[in-house]
């Protein structure tokens, strides 16, 4: 069943889903070049998940994993919570991920942070997980330059996350521009 207007086309008797890089920008790092994603993941942190359309394909990447989808904004929430009662590893979280404290009961110990969300204070929220989760080795993070700041340049609000990562203990393996799709947004695949 489509989650947003996807196509899918059978060959032999696999299904094969369409992934929109247009739509995903994890899609359009990896069109990009992008190999980071681990091989294995037992759970997985996913921050900004809004109706669920990136959260799907990593549902369907990862079968075995626990996807918990936090997204603050109600609208999109109520299309993520259909998407969840449709699949078994997704574990949707109605709330601000700038309180990690409210959420972290639920999970047992996740591998991986995912965040996609546009707020001026996005590193400062990655921190607050990443501190509160200390299973955490590894994240893909999506730098929204433009959110942090919309007057300096994207590359200067880049190098500053770069510096602010280095400097509370994640190594910025790499950064893949994504623009056209998405301009001035940026992956990040950190570990620590
Ligand atoms: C760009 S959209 C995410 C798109 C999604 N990652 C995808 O690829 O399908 C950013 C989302 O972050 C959510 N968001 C913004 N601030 C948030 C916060 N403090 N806590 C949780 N979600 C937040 C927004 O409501 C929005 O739905």
Known sequence: ????????????????????????????????????????LGEMLYLGAST?????????????????????????????????????NIYPVLDDASFPERYSFFLEAPDLIYQDISQRNQVQIFMWNADHFDSVREAIFILKATSINSREKPQRVLERAITEFEGSGWKVLNVIDLSPNARNNYLMHLRR
């Open 52 to 88: 669920g359309t990136t959260v799907s394909h990593l549902s369907d990447i990862y079968p075995r994993s626990r996807i918990f989808a936090v997204e603050v904004a109600l609208e999109p929430f109520s299309r993520l919570l259909r998407l969840a009662e449709r699949r078994s």
């Open 1 to 40: 069943m489509p989650v947003y207007g996807e196509t899918f086309r059978r060959s032999g008797s696999r299904l094969m889903r369409e992934w929109v890089a247009r739509r995903s920008k994890l899609a359009t790092a990896i069109l990009k070049g992008f190999r980071g994603l681990p091989a294995g």
